[in-house]
């Protein structure tokens, strides 16, 4: 079994500040794999485990995100490909899977996992749009993943439960974080890491002209950037919980929830 | 009609029309009538017709398209594919759909098969002078932006409970439309459905949220959670400790890697309120805590914190609640 994983490079969720001054995400900093993305590889890496096969991860960002690649190595995925170009600054959504699939239509695989969305941007379209591009089936939510005779079985998270869904392969499939906790890199993984490769792809490598796609490309653009307004500090409550909880009602019945 | 403004009409897990696409179209007709557009709903469905009855509701037309592949296939594909074929011939601008699992799906599939950009998440929009300003939330509500689209044509995916649904009068029309063209996107087929037993209201939906956390300490917490959730009218949610912990399914966590809510009110149980579910939870317009830490980072964003046991403070609530309501 093949799996192509996309694992984005993310600032760090837990740092305080992610947007330069021109409104595009600050991605000089620390980079981890996007938490999504990181349940997606964990599957991946469990399901050839049990099947066999190879697992490459693709991550298409600045130099910095070969970090993040070489963890997702120490993980054990089998080899990393990393798509860099300086014109790729300011890509919107639709150039980014643009330039996501021709990446993707070099290699062979049976299954692309993708994170249903990511903590920096959080659209949770790259991988529909993908599939759609790549003219491939589209599993979302994915809670399980199997193989089945000729094709691949997904437990798909609805409001109510699940909806079991197969199609054939390749396909695309959006995973979540119902998938399974990621394992550690282990000293050996990591160790290993160093000697596996790590191929880097820029637009011209992929054919793409940077009039096209990236930042000069961008179908949309921001208009203005704020800081959303402090709320105050909390009104703290304390005593015993008959009078407490008769300030919360009347503060909920103001309010007009109740 | 070309240069409209569509919105795409989502049914509800239980059928019928989801309130969010209500919302959507309630947002759709507001920047129709801002800038001068016409305002169309498109439902695609097996059996359309009450679904498109009910977006009516809302919008002054409806083209209702008869899918019956949709009867045994996964739909945001093809209800995506049929979408992009009305668009080609009927050439509107921007098309409106919810920002939830299935809206994002459709979105994404639709804009990809366009070549249209997409504005995700709005929080709300407004016209402006090259159309619609999209605000949205980023970074779990850490920043706010305003953004249009360079060429005023693009896809636009709504927050739950970002606009509040208005209906119009008189309802506005329903017009069945075929579409024969073949679908040329591989399918996906539903091969079965689990039903959970305590699946409770959608958190993203939901205008009044009951979460816990850690705090809640094991299945007790969780039904006074589901209590207070009942009494308020709301959806019980949890963060990731709960739901690591196997109190509460993952469907309802919020934050970072689970659902990003924007309710009306938040209560808190049991949260401290670390940064991984702040960002998921903290655009809720009021926030009310319950935690025995005075100084949990809850503090820094709730508007109402209460010091104390929550098996104290949360029954007392109930009791408090039921007393006012006799």
Same mark, same amino acid.
């Given at each position: 079994m093949r799996i192509v994983v996309l694992t984005k490079p993310v600032?760090?969720? #837990? @740092? #305080?500040e992610h947007l330069g001054p021109d409104g595009r995400?600050?991605?000089t900093g620390g980079n981890v794999i996007n938490g999504n993305d990181e349940y997606a590889l964990e599957a991946a890496l469990k399901l050839v485990e049990t099947h066999g096969g190879e697992v490459t991860v693709v991550a298409m960002s600045p130099e910095t995100g070969r970090d993040v690649l070489r963890k997702a190595l120490a993980m054990g995925a089998t080899r990393g490909v990393l798509i860099t170009d300086? #014109?790729? @600054?300011? @890509?919107d959504w639709l150039s980014t899977i643009r330039v996501l699939a021709a990446a993707v239509r070099e290699m062979e695989f049976d299954l692309l996992l993708v994170g249903v969305d990511t903590s920096d941007g959080g659209a949770g379209l790259v991988p529909a749009g993908l599939a759609a591009l790549l003219g491939l089936p589209y599993l979302s939510n994915a809670a399980t993943i199997e193989p089945v005779d000729a094709g691949v079985r997904v437990n798909r998270i609805t409001a109510t439960g699940f909806e079991t869904l197969e199609s054939a392969t390749p396909a695309v499939i959006g995973g979540t974080q119902a998938l399974g906790a990621p394992r550690y890199p282990t000293l050996k993984g990591i160790m290993g890491a160093r000697s596996k490769e790590v191929a880097v792809r820029t637009l011209g490598d992929l054919g793409l002209d940077p009039a096209t796609v990236g930042g000069a490309a961008a179908g949309t653009r921001v208009v203005d950037l704020r800081r959303p307004p402090e709320r105050g500090q909390a009104k703290m409550v304390r005593g015993p919980a008959a009078d407490v909880a008769r300030e919360v009602v009347e503060f909920l019945a103001a309010r007009g929830f109740i | 009609m070309p240069g409209g403004i569509w919105v795409i009409g989502q049914a509800a897990a239980g059928g019928g029309l989801a309130r969010l696409s209500s919302e959507v179209a309630t947002l759709a007709r507001a920047l129709g009538e801002a800038g001068g557009v016409p305002v169309s709903g498109v439902v695609v469905a097996a059996e359309p017709a009450a679904l498109a009855a009910e977006l009516a509701g809302f919008v002054p037309r409806v083209l209702a398209v008869t899918e019956p592949a949709l009867a045994a296939s996964a739909g945001a594909t093809v209800v995506a594919q049929r979408v992009a074929a009305l668009a080609r011939t009927n050439a509107p601008n921007l098309i409106l759909t919810g920002a939830d699992p299935d809206g994002r799906d459709i979105a994404g599939v639709l804009a990809a098969l366009l070549g249209w950009p997409v504005l995700a998440n709005a929080l709300n929009a407004t016209w402006g002078p090259v159309g619609p300003r999209v605000e949205i939330s980023v970074f779990g509500g850490k920043q706010f932006s305003t953004s249009e689209f360079t060429a005023g044509r693009g896809v636009i995916t709504v927050r739950p409970n970002a606009v509040q649904a208005v209906a119009q009068t008189p309802a506005g029309s329903v017009e069945a439309v075929q579409i024969a063209d073949h679908l040329a996107l591989p399918g996906v087929r539903v091969v079965g459905r689990i039903h959970e037993q305590? *699946? *409770? /209201? /959608?958190v993203e939906d939901a205008r009044i949220v009951v979460a816990g956390g850690r705090g809640i300490g094991g299945p007790d917490g969780v039904t006074l959670l589901e209590h207070l959730a009942e009494a308020l009218g709301g959806a019980v949610g949890a963060t990731r400790a709960a739901v690591d912990a196997g109190w509460?399914?993952?469907?309802?966590q919020i934050g970072q890697t689970g659902k990003i809510v924007k309710p009306a009110l938040y209560l808190a149980l049991g949260i401290s309120g670390a940064i991984q579910h702040k960002v998921g939870m903290q655009t809720a317009e009021t926030i009310v805590a319950v935690n025995r830490d005075a100084d949990a980072p809850i503090a820094e964003f709730a508007d109402l914190m209460v010091v104390g046991d929550l098996f104290e403070v949360g029954p007392a609530i109930l009791d408090e609640l039921r007393t006012r309501r006799g």
């Open positions: 600032p760090d969720p #837990a @740092a #305080a995400v600050d991605r300086p #014109a790729l @600054a300011g @890509a | 305590h *699946g *409770g /209201a /959608a509460i399914d993952y469907p309802k």
